[in-house]
C-alpha cells in the first residue's frame, strides 16, 4: 500500500506558475512510476506528466514546454512545477504511483487558473 498525499494547488492568474508536491508514505525508490493526471470537470482524466524510475519523463502535448516533473528522493517527493498557466489547465490534479503492479492515487489538489 502507498499513500499520496498532494499539496501546492490553488488559484492564479493565467501566466502565473504553481508548484505541486505530493508526499509518498514509501520510499520513492521502490515505485517504478509516479506521476500526475488532471481532471476537469466534464471530462475525462488525463495523463499530464510521467516520471520513470530511470529518470525519463513523459508529458502530454498540451504541457510540454510548460510543465516539469521531478523529485526529492530523500523527502519521497515528486513534484510537478507548472509555468505559464492557463485558463484551460483548470482543473484537479491527482498524483499516483505505480508500486509492486498496484495503481494508488492521491485525494487530488485543485488548480484554477483566471484568465
Known amino acids: 500500500q502507498v499513500q499520496l498525499v498532494e499539496s501546492g494547488g490553488g488559484y492564479v492568474q493565467a501566466g502565473g506558475s504553481l508548484r505541486l508536491s505530493c508526499v509518498a508514505s514509501?520510499?520513492?525508490?521502490?515505485?517504478?512510476?509516479m506521476g500526475w493526471s488532471r481532471q476537469a470537470p466534464g471530462n475525462q482524466r488525463e495523463s499530464v506528466a510521467t516520471l520513470f524510475s530511470g529518470g525519463s519523463t513523459n508529458f502530454a502535448d498540451s504541457v510540454k514546454g510548460r510543465f516539469t516533473i521531478s523529485r526529492n528522493n530523500a523527502e519521497n517527493t515528486v513534484y510537478l512545477q507548472m509555468n505559464s498557466l492557463k485558463p484551460e489547465d483548470t482543473a484537479v490534479y491527482y498524483c499516483?504511483?505505480?508500486?509492486?503492479?498496484?495503481?494508488?492515487w492521491g485525494q487530488g489538489t485543485q488548480v484554477t487558473v483566471s484568465s
Open positions: 499516483y504511483a505505480v508500486f509492486q503492479r498496484g495503481w494508488y
Open positions: 514509501v520510499s520513492i525508490f521502490s515505485i517504478s512510476t
